[in-house]
């Protein structure tokens, strides 16, 4: 990963004004966050998703949690909500692997690209920061050793009310090279992982 700061758009810049008292409010093996950052480019658009299709995917990705980490449904919602209403054209990428799974919020159909994560499994369930590595952490909530995303574990909703955690997801929004679509409801998207 380039060191250098990466340039803010205008729409990212938006984003990167959520306050915080919103965020309050709001209650590795290979992964679509492992790839390479992407190039910048323009402003996504939401892939177009009827309600019949939503109704279904949505199904299908209650179903991969339930699998995956059937004591952290409560958890998983909670953590969706407050994201889809951060980033509300954001494509919510779902990739179901062997014991785990991965909700990558992008801008674009490529879980590469996207901002922030969940990531659930019997183990427990973390958000990941697909730059984490860049942001200014001075808590040291961030862990990891990839070439560019960091992860925290989130053991209960009130983790994501913790002035230093909406400080950490409001930098990640703000260093996303790729703009998000300023209109529109991002689709739910169901990937197959890679089987390991």
Not at 114 to 124: F, H, K, M, N, Q
Not at 135 to 162: F, H, I, N, Y
């Amino acid at each position: 990963m380039s060191p250098s700061k990466p340039r803010v758009s205008k729409a990212t810049t938006s984003k990167s004004k959520v306050s915080k008292s919103k965020v309050l409010k709001t209650q590795t093996s290979k992964s679509p966050l492992s790839k390479s950052k992407a190039s910048k480019s323009t402003t996504s658009k939401p892939l177009s998703q009827s309600a019949a299709d939503r109704r279904t995917a949505e199904t299908q990705a209650r179903a991969i949690i339930q699998k995956h980490a059937p004591a952290q449904i409560r958890l998983v919602a909670t953590m969706r909500r407050l994201l889809q209403k951060l980033l509300p054209t954001a494509h919510e990428m779902v990739y179901e692997y062997r014991s785990w799974f991965i909700i990558s919020y992008s801008p674009s159909g490529h879980g590469y690209e996207g901002v922030l994560a969940i990531r659930g499994s019997t183990d427990g369930v973390k958000l990941c920061f697909n730059r984490g590595k860049e942001l200014k952490d001075p808590e040291k909530l961030l862990g990891g050793s990839s070439t560019q995303v960091r992860s925290m574990e989130v053991p209960t909703a009130s983790t994501l009310a913790r002035p230093a955690v909406a400080t950490l997801i409001v930098q990640a929004i703000a260093h996303n090279d790729v703009p998000f679509a300023k209109a529109g409801r991002g689709p739910i998207v169901i990937r197959s992982g890679t089987a390991k």
